[in-house]
């Protein structure tokens, strides 16, 4: 857990970040749905449109929690007095040749805690997870014109390229994406 502190640093300040299995993430799940309808409400590429409905949420994060319980996906939320305001997924490859592979997804702050290093936070439990977990090299992709390409970057994450139409919004418009990458080994090339 990564106790992360804001400017009040009080005791209700405190963002903790923490690794949920299966059975709590579905004790969360009202939370996470919130977490993700608040996101996709503020622009985050996440794959949904706005506005996300209840029931596509909820389904959304059952199919993560079986994921987890099945070992194909590992999940951090970010707590703020109880309340969820942050969330990152890991997804490690099952490949044979790629035991050493992870991807990151969903990464999503609420708006109320932006710009508090939330997401950094996160960042660093994600590749923290990764490295304990013999994963390094971590590959992600994020909207183009999104702030999180500049996020990413530095993080120290390279740009591999963009892919343009690779996600329909609602108006049928494509939005092109951006993949990077970052090796957590070190000696390995970056």
């Given at each position: 857990m990564t106790a992360l502190p804001d400017e009040a640093d009080s005791p209700e300040s405190l963002v903790a970040i923490r690794r949920v299995e299966a059975d709590e993430a579905a004790a969360l799940i009202a939370r996470l749905a919130a977490?993700?309808?608040?996101?996709?409400?503020?622009?985050?590429?996440?794959?949904?449109?706005?506005?996300?409905?209840?029931?596509?949420?909820?389904?959304?994060?059952?199919?993560?929690?079986?994921?987890?319980?099945?070992?194909?996906?590992?999940?951090?939320?970010?707590?703020?007095?109880?309340?969820?305001?942050?969330?990152?997924?890991?997804?490690?490859?099952?490949?044979?040749?790629?035991?050493?592979?992870?991807?990151?997804?969903?990464?999503?702050?609420?708006?109320?805690?932006?710009?508090?290093?939330?997401?950094?936070?996160?960042?660093?439990?994600?590749?923290?997870?990764?490295?304990?977990?013999?994963?390094?090299l971590l590959v992600l992709d994020t909207n183009t014109d999104s702030d999180a390409v500049y996020f990413y970057r530095a993080l120290g994450y390279r740009e591999v390229g963009s892919i343009p139409g690779y996600s329909l919004e609602a108006d049928g418009f494509g939005r092109a994406t951006t993949i990077f990458y970052k090796s957590l080994a070190q000696g390995m090339m970056s």
């Open positions: 977490l993700l309808q608040d996101a996709v409400a503020s622009g985050a590429s996440l794959g949904f449109w706005h506005p996300l409905d209840d029931a596509r949420a909820h389904d959304y994060w059952r199919g993560v929690i079986a994921e987890v319980a099945a070992g194909k996906r590992w999940l951090l939320v970010a707590e703020r007095a109880g309340a969820v305001v942050g969330s990152a997924q890991l997804e490690p490859s099952p490949r044979q040749n790629a035991p050493h592979r992870a991807e990151v997804q969903k990464l999503m702050a609420h708006r109320a805690a932006r710009r508090q290093g939330i997401g950094r936070a996160l960042m660093d439990a994600v590749e923290s997870l990764a490295r304990d977990n013999g994963r390094t």
